[in-house]
C-alpha cells in the first residue's frame, strides 16, 4: 500500500447488523481492507434494531462504523446521511460507495472535493432503473467517479454507454469468509437429490422455475424433495404452484433461518439452485454470493445463465448453467451433476478457496492503487 493513502471512507445503504446482499459484501469489504492496513471508516443505514445491539456489534470491529437510523420521515433521513458524508468524505483519502443512494452521494462530495478519488461498486439493479429521473441520477453519479468496480461481467454490460472515457472500470467477483464453512458433516436434507434455494421468495430469486422443472426432475429421481429457504415474501405463490404441479408433497419451506441454520440447512443439500430472472422493472442478479456459499461446503450449483451467476459457476466444473425456464435444460442439469458429483463437488470447494475474501481484497487493493 503506497504512503500517499491509508484513510478510506466506504457509504453503503446496508450493513449489519441488518441483513441483506450489499450489506454482506460491505462488512466483508471493509473488513477485508481493514486486515490490510488500511484506516476504514463505514457510514451506512440501520433500521429495526435496538441502539444496544448497533453498539455492541460496532464495538467489536476494527473499523468504524456511523449508523444513520432510518426515519419515517425519508427527506430527513437522506439529509442526514449527506451531511454525514461530506464530513467524513473530508477527512478521508479515498471514498468508496456502494449501492444506488450512496452513488448518488457522489454529486455532492464531487462538489465539495473536486480532487477527491471516489470508486463505485455497483451490483445490477441501481445500473437498469426503469424510472426515468433515478437512471439519470446514477448515471450522472457514476460519471462523477474515478473508478467502478462490476460485481460480475454480467452487471458491468449494463454501465452506460455515456461513461467518460476517463474512468476506470474494474470487475471483482463477491467474496466469502472461508472460515465460516468448516465442514461439520451436518444432518443431510431429505430427498435424492435434496435441492435447496437461498433468498428471499421473489420473481429474481426464481423459486417457481424450480417448482416448474420439478415434474421433470421427478421423473429422473422419483425421490427428489426441494427445500426452500429465504422469507416467505411470495411463497402462497409457490405453494399454489406446486400444488397445480402436483408436487406440494416434494416441497419444503423453512422461511428466514438463523445462519447457523442456513449454513447446516446447505451443508445437508446435495445441489444449490439458483435460476433466477432479470425481471421487467430491471431487478436482477448481479453475482450469486449463495452460490459461492454452497460450493464451499463442496455443493454444486445451477444457476441462469443470463444473469450475473454466470460469473459465480464454472460452467461443467462447479456446476452447470442453464436457461431457467426451459424445464427440460435444467433436469437435464440435474441429472449431469448427479451422474459426476465427486468431479464437480471437489471443483466446486476449490472454486470456493479462490473466492475467500483474503483473495478478493488483493483485486480491491490492485484497484485502488491503480
Known amino acids: 500500500m503506497p504512503a500517499t493513502f491509508k484513510k478510506l471512507l466506504l457509504i453503503c445503504s446496508e450493513f449489519p447488523p441488518n441483513v441483506g446482499g450489499i450489506g454482506n459484501h460491505a462488512y466483508n469489504l471493509a473488513k477485508a481492507l481493514s486486515n490490510e492496513g488500511f ?96 437512471r439519470k441520477l446514477t448515471f450522472y453519479s457514476l460519471n462523477k467517479c474515478n473508478k467502478i468496480i462490476s460485481v460480475s461481467t454480467y452487471t458491468q454490460q449494463f454501465l452506460p454507454h455515456s461513461l467518460s472515457s476517463t474512468i476506470q472500470k474494474f470487475i471483482i467477483h463477491n467474496g466469502i469468509n472461508l472460515d465460516e464453512f468448516q465442514i461439520n458433516e451436518a444432518a443431510k436434507l431429505a430427498g435424492t437429490p435434496a435441492l435447496i434455494t437461498v433468498g428471499n421468495i421473489t420473481e429474481r430469486k426464481g423459486q417457481e422455475n424450480v417448482i416448474n422443472a420439478l415434474p421433470a426432475i421427478a421423473a429422473k429421481f422419483p425421490a427428489v424433495q426441494y427445500h426452500i429457504v429465504g422469507k416467505p415474501t411470495s411463497k402462497e405463490k409457490i405453494a399454489d404452484a406446486a400444488r397445480n404441479l402436483k408436487v406440494e408433497n416434494r416441497v419444503t419451506f423453512y422461511g428466514a433461518i438463523s445462519r447457523n441454520d442456513l449454513l447446516q440447512k446447505l451443508e445437508g443439500a446435495t445441489i444449490k439452485l439458483m435460476l433466477s430472472n432479470h425481471t421487467s422493472d430491471g431487478d436482477f442478479e448481479g453475482f450469486g454470493i449463495a452460490v459461492l456459499e454452497a460450493n464451499a461446503f463442496g455443493i454444486p450449483a445451477i444457476g441462469s445463465k443470463s444473469s450475473g451467476i454466470a460469473d459465480a459457476i464454472e460452467h461443467n466444473k462447479t456446476g452447470l448453467l442453464v436457461d431457467q425456464h426451459n424445464t427440460t435444460e435444467v433436469a437435464e442439469a440435474v441429472a449431469t451433476i448427479m451422474a459426476n458429483y465427486s468431479s464437480f463437488s471437489a471443483n466446486a470447494r476449490h472454486w470456493a478457496v479462490q473466492h475467500d475474501w483474503k483473495m478478493i481484497v488483493k483485486e480491491y487493493v490492485t484497484a485502488l492503487n491503480a
Open 39 to 134: 484506516e476504514v471508516t463505514v457510514l451506512t443505514n440501520i433500521l429495526h434494531e435496538k441502539d444496544e445491539d448497533v453498539k455492541a456489534f460496532a464495538a467489536k470491529e476494527n473499523f468504524t462504523i456511523h449508523y444513520t437510523k432510518r426515519s419515517s420521515f425519508g427527506i430527513k433521513t437522506y439529509f442526514s446521511r449527506i451531511v454525514s458524508g461530506i464530513r467524513l468524505a473530508k477527512n478521508a483519502d479515498k471514498v468508496i460507495l456502494s449501492s444506488k443512494f450512496s452513488l448518488w452521494q457522489a454529486i455532492l462530495i464531487r462538489r465539495f472535493f473536486a480532487k477527491k478519488e471516489l470508486i463505485a461498486v455497483v451490483h445490477g439493479t441501481e445500473l437498469d432503473l426503469k424510472a426515468a429521473i433515478p
